[in-house]
């Protein structure tokens, strides 16, 4: 296959062409016998409807009748044009030279095609031929138009090079662009081009440059190498991964591409178990796997930086607040844009109960990615619990983390029931303090310890609140009373004893 931008149109070739192709040089009589006269009609007939497989395949039977037919060749090789398959035409063009040297037709799209591969010298030839062999008008014109063109080209070219040398990339790629617009089958000066490119920091383009020379020039290993290295200094480990083992696939003991092949697989093969355990919600060892990405590859700080953005992930996902607001910072220093740390610090600073960084973060992250629903829903919730934490903080009012077990709440519960439990108090003012106190920390029990209602409250509601649960009751409205009975020693059941002090 060719590649993008090699097809009928920059070969100037067809279906109007085709059937407008001057046929009446193919009429000569050159003592082909009936059934060899029968495929070429066939093929004419067919090539002329556009039918170009099927025109092939009666070319082949002609030239497997008749080897010697110039005429067949000739025909087989515009067919081969047509379908982009430039050089099985060479190859045709050149037999038909070969068997009647002064058929200019066949010589001028010989030069045309050799023009296109670059190979100036050799189309030269063809043209200075033409001239030598009493061409028609058209034909001279042509020929000398070529050599001109041919010429020039040749000097941009050496041109090109020159500033190649002198690391002037810009303007050696503006010539370039110009030179591969005839020489679009030139696998140097795409590979030359693809150079210029990488200096000047366009990998994208050196990418499709590489990629084209891999399809113009068999077993091109270097190319494969490049494209395989490129991808790899941009991050991208399975692309990279891809093109070395193509490289491979053309020589096994390339020992560039094995030796690159051994480090890209074993990095592909951490990463790829790094985000298995992230899936598995493994994150502890997901970090452990991604520290040896790092390891593994120090040099390139793309792979360093990836490995800790996943980290952070990691500690945020993995509730470990603070070691995940460090590693995302670190990644938010390279790249402040980073849309994935800022959602992961975002969510560690709301474990911290750092609510307007979290904030910030979310309306960084949304600029950036405006779309993101779940940059949306995280920054609602960061507002709610914002507004939640200026009124009442039910884990502040145990002195708990957000992240606290079932058993860690029930243990602070205990702890405060205790100590503010109004039978400690005599004092009448002091007794009403208590009284408020230890509604407080019941209701901060009641919710922490219900699944449902505390997914409410860590989700900006307060699900004893009023104003943000209609029809519900308000721990405001509660009174000692409603706590009376009440044993914070136990799950439940009524207050089976009073506290009594001397």
């Known amino acids: 296959s060719l590649a993008p931008g090699f ?5 100037g070739v067809n279906q109007t062409a085709i059937k407008n192709v001057d046929l009446s040089i193919l009429g000569v009589e050159c003592g082909i016998n009936a059934e060899v006269e ?24 002609a030239i497997e009748g008749d080897s010697d037919n110039y005429i067949a060749y000739y025909r087989r090789a515009t067919v081969y044009l047509a379908m982009g398959k430039s050089k099985a035409a060479i190859r045709d063009l050149s037999k038909v030279v070969e068997l009647k ?28 031929n033409v001239l030598k062999s009493n061409p028609s008008d058209n034909e001279e014109k042509e020929a000398r138009s070529q050599l001109m063109k041919s010429d020039e080209l040749q000097r941009l070219h050496s041109q090109a090079q020159s500033l190649y040398r002198q690391e002037d990339y810009t303007t050696a790629i503006s010539l370039l662009d110009g030179i591969l617009e005839v020489c679009v089958w030139d696998a140097e000066l795409r590979e030359l081009r693809a150079e210029c490119y990488i200096k000047e920091g366009e990998p994208g383009k050196a990418i499709s440059d590489l990629k084209a020379a891999t399809k113009l020039k068999n077993d091109n290993t270097e190319a494969f190498y490049k494209i395989s290295t490129i ?15 193509e490289c491979l ?11 690159h092949y051994k480090q890209v697989k074993k990095l592909n093969k951490q990463i790829e178990s790094a985000e298995e355990l992230i899936r598995e919600g493994r994150y502890t060892d997901a970090i452990s796997k991604y520290e040896s990405v790092m390891k593994t590859e120090p040099k390139v700080s793309i792979y360093t930086t990836r490995a800790k953005e996943r980290i952070c ?6 509730e470990q607040p603070a070691e995940a607001i460090k590693v995302c910072t670190e990644v938010l220093l390279l790249e402040p844009a980073n849309v994935n740390a800022l959602k992961d610090r975002a969510e560690a600073y709301l474990l911290e109960e750092q609510y307007e960084e979290a904030i910030q973060d979310y309306e960084t992250a949304q600029a950036n990615s405006e779309n993101d629903q779940q940059i949306r ?6 507002q709610r619990m914002l507004k939640q934490s200026q009124k009442r903080d039910y884990y502040k009012i145990l002195g708990i983390k957000r992240n606290a077990r079932k058993q860690e709440i029930i243990k602070a519960y205990r702890k405060l029931a205790s100590q503010w439990h109004p039978d400690n108090f005599q004092n009448e003012e002091e007794k009403k303090k208590a009284e408020k106190k230890f509604i407080d920390i019941a209701a901060a029990k009641e919710v922490l310890t219900d699944p449902e209602m505390r997914r409410k409250f860590d989700a900006g509601e307060d699900p004893l609140d009023a104003e943000s649960q209609q029809g519900g009751g308000s721990p ?24 009594h002090f001397n």
């Open 231 to 245: 991808y790899y200094q941009l991050g991208d480990h399975e692309l990279s991964l891809s093109e070395v083992r």
């Open 313 to 318: 992930h990691c500690f945020s996902k993995n």
């Open 101 to 128: 040297q002064d058929f200019t037709s066949a010589r001028l799209q010989r030069g045309h095609l050799l023009l296109k591969q670059g190979k100036f010298d050799e189309a030269e030839e063809d043209f200075k």
């Open 7 to 11: 097809g009928d149109s920059t070969l």
């Open 249 to 259: 696939k053309l020589d096994q003991d390339h020992k560039l591409c094995f030796s």
């Open 377 to 382: 829903e995280g920054l609602e919730r960061a």
């Open 38 to 61: 029968k495929q070429l009609e066939m093929g004419k007939k067919l090539l002329a409807a556009g039918q170009l497989a099927d025109a092939l395949s009666h070319f082949h039977a």
């Open 476 to 499: 405001f409205h509660r009174t000692w009373n409603t706590w009376q009975g009440f044993n914070p020693f136990s799950s439940g059941g009524p207050f089976k004893f009073k506290f």
